[in-house]
C-alpha cells in the first residue's frame, strides 16, 4: 500500500496545482490550451480510484489489493483514451457521437487489459489509414464514402462492442491485470484474451481487405459464393490482394497484443508459460477468418446493386440493378456477427492447438 499511497499522494497535488493555478494569467500555447480536457483526467481518474477504495472496503471489509486498481492505472485509463479520441476527432475519422462511445470503450478495455486496449490501437490507427488511401478511387464506386472514414457510435459499437463487452467479463471475473495466454493454468483468462484478440482481428482484416483491396486490386474481385467476377465495392467479393491483406491486419493486431505482453507481464510469470508467438499467428488466422465469414455474410443476407452511376448501393431502388444478396441485414450488422463468430471459433482453436513448449 505504500507505493499507492505515494501515487495518491502525487495525484492530489497535481490536481490541486492545476486547480489553484489561473491559467488566464499565463501565455500558454494553444497545444496547451487544446489538450486542457486530457489534463482533466487527473481529478476523474483519482475520484474512480478513491470510489475504488470505498467499494472494496465496504464489500471485504479490507483494502486488498486484489481488490484495488492502482491510481496509475485509473490516471492511464482515463488519460490516454482520452487523449486517443481527441486525435480521432480532430482528424475526423469519427465524429463526436463516435468519439463519446469510443472513449467509453477504450476505458474499460484499458483498464481491464493494456493488451486489449493495443489491440483497440492497432486496429482503430490502422483501419482509418487504410480508410484514407486512395480515397478519390473509392469515391468512384461507392456511394456511401466518407472521407477519413468519420465512423459514427453504430460503426463503434458493431466493431469494438463484442471486445469490450468480452473486456467487461474479463474485468470481473479475472480482475484488472495483463496475463500470459496459459490455457493450462489460466484457462478463462486465456479464453477471453484469445476472444478480445480476435474479434479486434477480425474487424482490422475484414477492414483493410475492403479497403485497401479494393484500391490496390486493378481488376475486379469473385463472388465468394459464385466465384463470378462482380464490380469492385460490391459486398462479399474477394480477390487475392483482399485475403493477403485482411491475413496482414489481423497478424499487426496479433502482434500488438503479443508485444503488450512481453512489455507488461513480469519475467517470471513468462517463464513458466507456453509460448507466446502464436498470438501473432492466431491474429493472422482470425483476420483471414473474420474476412471469410464477413463476405460470406455479405454475398447472401447483404444487398448490393449498382446504379446508373456505376456506383455500388445497399438498397434496392429504381434504376439499381441486383448484383448479389437479399436485403435483410445492414453492413453493420455483417460486422457485428462476424466478429462474433471469429470471438467465439478462435479461442477454441486456440485453446486445442496452442503448443505447450
Given at each position: 500500500?505504500?507505493?499507492?499511497?505515494?501515487?495518491?499522494?502525487?495525484?492530489?497535488?497535481?490536481?490541486?496545482?492545476?486547480?489553484?493555478?489561473?491559467?488566464?494569467?499565463?501565455?500558454?500555447?494553444?497545444?496547451?490550451?487544446?489538450?486542457?480536457?486530457?489534463?482533466?483526467?487527473?481529478?476523474?481518474?483519482?475520484?474512480?480510484?478513491?470510489?475504488?477504495?470505498?467499494?472494496?472496503?465496504?464489500?471485504?471489509?479490507?483494502?486488498?489489493?486484489?481488490?484495488?486498481?492502482?491510481?496509475?492505472?485509473?490516471?492511464?485509463?482515463?488519460?490516454?483514451?482520452?487523449?486517443?479520441?481527441?486525435?480521432?476527432?480532430?482528424?475526423?475519422?469519427?465524429?463526436?457521437?463516435?468519439?463519446?462511445?469510443?472513449?467509453?470503450?477504450?476505458?474499460?478495455?484499458?483498464?481491464?487489459?493494456?493488451?486489449?486496449?493495443?489491440?483497440?490501437?492497432?486496429?482503430?490507427?490502422?483501419?482509418?489509414?487504410?480508410?484514407?488511401f486512395r480515397g478519390y478511387?473509392?469515391?468512384?464506386?461507392?456511394?456511401?464514402?466518407?472521407?477519413?472514414?468519420?465512423?459514427?457510435?453504430?460503426?463503434?459499437?458493431?466493431?469494438?462492442?463484442?471486445?469490450?463487452?468480452?473486456?467487461?467479463?474479463?474485468?470481473?471475473?479475472?480482475?484488472?491485470?495483463?496475463?500470459?495466454?496459459?490455457?493450462?493454468?489460466?484457462?478463462?483468462?486465456?479464453?477471453?484474451?484469445?476472444?478480445?484478440?480476435?474479434?479486434?482481428?477480425?474487424?482490422?482484416?475484414?477492414?483493410?481487405?475492403?479497403?485497401?483491396?479494393?484500391?490496390?486490386?486493378?481488376?475486379?474481385?469473385?463472388?465468394?459464393?459464385?466465384?463470378?467476377?462482380?464490380?469492385?465495392?460490391?459486398?462479399?467479393?474477394?480477390?487475392?490482394?483482399?485475403?493477403?491483406?485482411?491475413?496482414?491486419?489481423?497478424?499487426?493486431?496479433?502482434?500488438?497484443?503479443?508485444?503488450?505482453?512481453?512489455?507488461?507481464?513480469?519475467?517470471?510469470?513468462?517463464?513458466?508459460?507456453?509460448?507466446?508467438?502464436?498470438?501473432?499467428?492466431?491474429?493472422?488466422?482470425?483476420?483471414?477468418?473474420?474476412?471469410?465469414?464477413?463476405?460470406?455474410?455479405?454475398?447472401?443476407?447483404?444487398?448490393?446493386?449498382?446504379?446508373?452511376?456505376?456506383?455500388?448501393?445497399?438498397?434496392?431502388?429504381?434504376?439499381?440493378?441486383?448484383?448479389?444478396?437479399?436485403?435483410?441485414?445492414?453492413?453493420?450488422?455483417?460486422?457485428?456477427?462476424?466478429?462474433i463468430l471469429t470471438g467465439?471459433?478462435?479461442?477454441?482453436?486456440?485453446?486445442?492447438?496452442?503448443?505447450?513448449?
Open positions: 500500500m505504500t507505493e499507492v499511497k505515494v501515487s495518491a499522494y502525487l495525484l492530489w497535488v497535481l490536481w490541486f496545482c492545476l486547480g489553484v493555478v489561473d491559467l488566464s494569467r499565463f501565455r500558454m500555447s494553444k497545444i496547451l490550451q487544446s489538450w486542457w480536457p486530457v489534463l482533466m483526467a487527473v481529478p476523474l481518474s483519482l475520484f474512480m480510484w478513491l470510489a475504488n477504495l470505498t467499494l472494496s472496503k465496504l464489500w471485504f471489509n479490507e483494502f486488498e489489493d486484489s481488490h484495488v486498481i492502482p491510481p496509475t492505472r485509473w490516471l492511464f485509463s482515463t488519460s490516454v483514451p482520452l487523449a486517443m479520441m481527441m486525435i480521432a476527432w480532430r482528424r475526423r475519422s469519427v465524429d463526436k457521437s463516435g468519439a463519446a462511445l469510443g472513449l467509453v470503450m477504450a476505458f474499460l478495455l484499458s483498464l481491464a487489459n493494456h493488451a486489449f486496449f493495443m489491440c483497440l490501437v492497432a486496429f482503430f490507427f490502422s483501419s482509418s489509414k487504410a480508410t484514407e478511387a473509392k469515391r468512384k464506386i461507392e456511394t456511401n464514402f466518407k472521407e477519413k472514414g468519420q465512423r459514427n457510435w453504430i460503426q463503434a459499437l458493431c466493431n469494438a462492442g463484442v471486445a469490450t463487452l468480452l473486456a467487461v467479463l474479463y474485468l470481473i471475473d479475472c480482475g484488472s491485470s495483463e496475463r500470459s495466454i496459459n490455457f493450462v493454468n489460466d484457462f478463462r483468462a486465456s479464453w477471453l484474451s484469445i476472444s478480445v484478440m480476435s474479434s479486434f482481428a477480425c474487424c482490422n482484416g475484414d477492414t483493410w481487405a475492403s479497403e485497401l483491396g479494393t484500391a490496390l486490386s486493378s481488376d475486379d474481385p469473385y463472388l465468394i459464393t459464385t466465384f463470378k467476377r462482380v464490380p469492385r465495392g460490391t459486398n462479399g467479393a474477394i480477390s487475392c490482394i483482399g485475403l493477403l491483406v485482411s491475413w496482414l491486419g489481423g497478424l499487426l493486431v496479433g502482434f500488438a497484443y503479443f508485444l503488450t505482453v512481453h512489455v507488461t507481464v513480469f519475467g517470471n510469470q513468462m517463464l513458466i508459460s507456453p509460448p507466446q508467438w502464436p498470438l501473432i499467428l492466431f491474429g493472422g488466422l482470425a483476420g483471414l477468418l473474420g474476412s471469410m465469414v464477413d463476405s460470406v455474410l455479405g454475398a447472401t443476407v447483404q444487398f448490393s446493386g449498382i446504379n446508373e452511376e456505376g456506383k455500388i448501393v445497399e438498397d434496392p431502388a429504381e434504376g439499381v440493378r441486383h448484383i448479389s444478396g437479399l436485403r435483410i441485414i445492414d453492413n453493420h450488422s455483417v460486422n457485428l456477427l462476424s466478429s467465439i471459433t478462435m479461442p477454441c482453436l486456440a485453446s486445442r492447438y496452442w503448443p505447450d513448449r
